[in-house]
């Protein structure tokens, strides 16, 4: 697939013993390759191999990965400290016999301070890694996910941009036919001009035909048409060719509309004019779905 937009989304889950995770990876536009991290405490590590991972893969595009994980408690990690409770119980018997204070509930009492003793197993340093290199699998499958999905848009785009191109040089030859009859137009123009201010003086005739011959050739659309043609051919080739396009197509958007405000400035015709506005308004609609693609 030759094209690749930047919008997409992916994910992956994962466990291993206690420890289950997510992985969520999406992307917008965007003018570079921005990296945009989320992760659990512990596993520092897992940035740098994601960034890897996105700079592997994409050229382009804002893109957010976000890391879940988390542990299942072991219920014998949780003790009761039967000791400390009595201990409590023992120093505040004075104010209960005296009825100073309510016997206190089991919830109270295990809420007090060390009354339950959690022995959570502190994982290892080699744990860690670990666990940091099945994440980092996952994030992997993730990224794997959203370049489906970017590949897809992709897809779609192609098919929209080379119809807009089709529509270009549909444009650019109905400008083509137009164009034939400005000579002849400008002429009769500059004649008519020359007529009401000179009359039939000597000379006039020869005049006008050197002057409208000059003013033909500054408004002759040839350069802009034939330039304009080739554009389009290097669009194509640029939309079928394998790797990144976007910023090519982007640069090939500003030539476009270039030509033809130089073509709307020339021309002397009201319906070459009317076809150089077309021809910009497709130009416009092409740049947008460019700005989607990687």
């Known amino acids: 697939m030759s094209l690749s937009g930047m919008t997409g989304f992916g994910r992956s ?18 003018r570079n390759l921005d990296l945009r991290f989320r992760g659990p405490p512990g596993l520092d590590g897992l940035e740098r191999q994601a960034r890897d991972a996105v700079q592997g893969r994409f050229q382009r595009g804002q893109i957010t990965i976000g890391v879940t994980a988390k542990k299942t408690a072991a219920r014998s990690a949780i003790q009761v400290n039967l000791a400390q409770a009595e201990y409590y119980l023992k120093v505040g018997q004075p104010w209960i016999s005296r009825g100073e204070v309510a016997l206190p509930t089991l919830d109270g009492l295990l809420g007090l301070r060390g009354v339950l003793d959690t022995d959570a197993e502190v994982e290892t340093p080699e744990a860690l890694a670990a666990l940091d290199a099945l994440i ?6 993730a990224l794997d996910a959203l370049l489906e999905t970017r590949r897809e848009e992709g897809a779609s785009l ?3 941009l080379l119809g ?6 549909d444009l650019v030859a109905q400008a083509e036919s137009k164009a034939k009859d400005q000579p002849m137009v400008i002429q009769a123009r500059f004649a008519n001009r020359m007529a009401e201010l000179a009359g039939a003086a000597p000379g006039v005739a020869e005049r006008i035909v050197i002057e409208a011959a000059a ?11 034939d330039r304009l043609i080739g554009h389009v051919q290097a669009a194509r080739s640029q939309i079928a060719a394998s790797g990144p396009a ?4 982007d640069f090939l958007t500003q030539e476009f509309m270039r030509e033809a405000n130089t073509l709307c400035a020339k021309s002397a015709l009201p319906e070459l004019t009317t076809l150089g506005l077309e021809l910009k308004a497709t130009i416009e609609q092409f740049r947008e779905q460019v700005q989607n693609v990687e």
């Not at 889950?13 to 965007?30: F, L, Q, Y």
């Not at 807009?164 to 040089?169: D, E, F």
């Not at 050739?217 to 040839?222: C, I, N, P, Q, T």
């Open 13 to 30: 889950d994962g466990s291993n013993g206690e420890w289950s995770w997510t992985v969520e990876a999406r992307s917008v536009n965007g």
């Open 136 to 141: 980092a699998g996952s994030v992997h499958s």
């Open 158 to 160: 192609e098919i929209v």
């Open 164 to 169: 807009q191109l089709t529509g270009i040089a």
């Open 215 to 225: 003013m033909a050739v500054k408004a002759d659309v040839r350069e802009e048409l």
């Open 246 to 249: 976007g910023r090519r197509l």
